[in-house]
Structure formats: structure tokens, C-alpha cells
Nanobody, 124 residues
Framework: QVHLVESGGGLVQAGGSLRLSCSASERTFNRYGVGWFRQAPGLEREFVAYISWTGGGSYYGDAVKGRFIISRGHARNTVYLEMNSLKPEGEAVYYC?????????????????WGQGTQVIVSS
């Protein structure tokens, strides 16, 4: 278990950009894969992006492919989600989750540690 903290959410106009951060104080975090998910009111939690523990591998959900970029900091203890060309349907609470088995899963149920989430509001 790691304690994850997301930050960087806020209000942005449609077409704008935001960068979210996910960090943990535990050193083991830099050996875990990390997934980003989002959840809008009344909807299921949706996979957004994943990055491997090395930072060398990543993939994206179809809804954000080509617009979002996931990356890891140099020490691998912070994971970023750069969100570009935001759409109104991207308004949600965004969560990061740790993948200690480095499974690369896009299913929320495969993740054990979650942050508290950060709200993204997209105005049209």
C-alpha cells in the first residue's frame, strides 16, 4: 500500500490544458506502474492512461488518445498527466492508482491504492 496524492485539478475552458500530478512518499512507488482514471457523476470509473514503473511504456484510453500524455518524473516518484484539448465530457474527478504488480491493467478493480482524486471542471 502506498498513499497517493493527486493535485493540479481546477477549472479550464474547453480546448485548454491542465497538468495533473500524482505523488507518494513511499520509495516503493517508483517501482510501481501507475494508472489514471476518471469518474463523472453517475458514471463508472473510466480508464484514462497507464505508465510502467520505468516510464518506458504507456498507453491510453480511446477517449483521450492523442490529447493526453502520461509521464514520470526523473526520480519516478511523481507521475504526471498532461491533458490537452480538453472537452466538456472530460469533466470528472481524476484519480491515480498504484499497480505494484506492473500488470498494466485498465480495470479499476485491479488496483489497490488510490488517491483522493482531483476535480477537473471544463467550461464550454
Amino acid at each position: 500500500q502506498v498513499h497517493l496524492v493527486e493535485s493540479g485539478g481546477g477549472l479550464v475552458q474547453a480546448g485548454g490544458s491542465l497538468r495533473l500530478s500524482c505523488s507518494a512518499s513511499e520509495r516503493t512507488f517508483n517501482r510501481y506502474g501507475v494508472g489514471w482514471f476518471r469518474q463523472a457523476p453517475g458514471l463508472e470509473r473510466e480508464f484514462v492512461a497507464y505508465i510502467s514503473w520505468t516510464g518506458g511504456g504507456s498507453y491510453y484510453g480511446d477517449a483521450v488518445k492523442g490529447r493526453f500524455i502520461i509521464s514520470r518524473g526523473h526520480a519516478r516518484n511523481t507521475v504526471y498527466l498532461e491533458m490537452n484539448s480538453l472537452k466538456p465530457e472530460g469533466e470528472a474527478v481524476y484519480y491515480c492508482a498504484a499497480d505494484p504488480l506492473n500488470s498494466g491493467s485498465n480495470y479499476p478493480s485491479d488496483y489497490g491504492s488510490w488517491g483522493q482524486g482531483t476535480q477537473v471542471i471544463v467550461s464550454s
